[in-house]
């Protein structure tokens, strides 16, 4: 939050990724990350769109960075995405197990194209 800020972006808040873990084994149950979606627009001085992508590879960055620094490369944290044009959903699942994890994708108002 504090370097989205930095960069002159509003930080808009967090949102837990809705998930469906019911078909996962035990293994996977104990390495299963906790994925957030974070929500950042423009700032007064950001008004075109390729400047705004620009800020938010360098947010990307920098975050991670800094969170390494703080807790080690060992942490497992990372920044899947951070881009205005898409959302990208990760995990080690098969095809079938992806739209029944992730449940935004379940959504009907939810466009969504699939890559494996």
Request: hydrophobic share 35%; charged share 25%.
């Amino acid at each position: 939050e504090r370097v989205v800020k930095e960069r002159g972006l509003n930080f808009v808040g967090w949102r837990p990724v809705p998930v469906d873990n019911s078909m996962l084994g035990k293994e996977p149950l104990d390495s299963e990350p906790i994925t957030e979606q974070i929500f950042i627009t423009m700032g007064s001085k950001t008004k075109e769109r390729q400047v705004f992508e620009q800020e938010l590879v360098l947010v990307r960055k920098l975050a991670e960075i800094e969170t390494e620094d703080m807790l080690g490369p060992e942490s497992g944290f990372y920044i899947n995405s951070l881009t205005a044009n898409h959302i990208t959903y990760k995990g080690q699942l098969t095809p079938e197990q992806v739209s029944q994890y992730y449940l935004d994708l379940q959504d009907p108002s939810f466009l969504s194209h699939l890559a494996l």
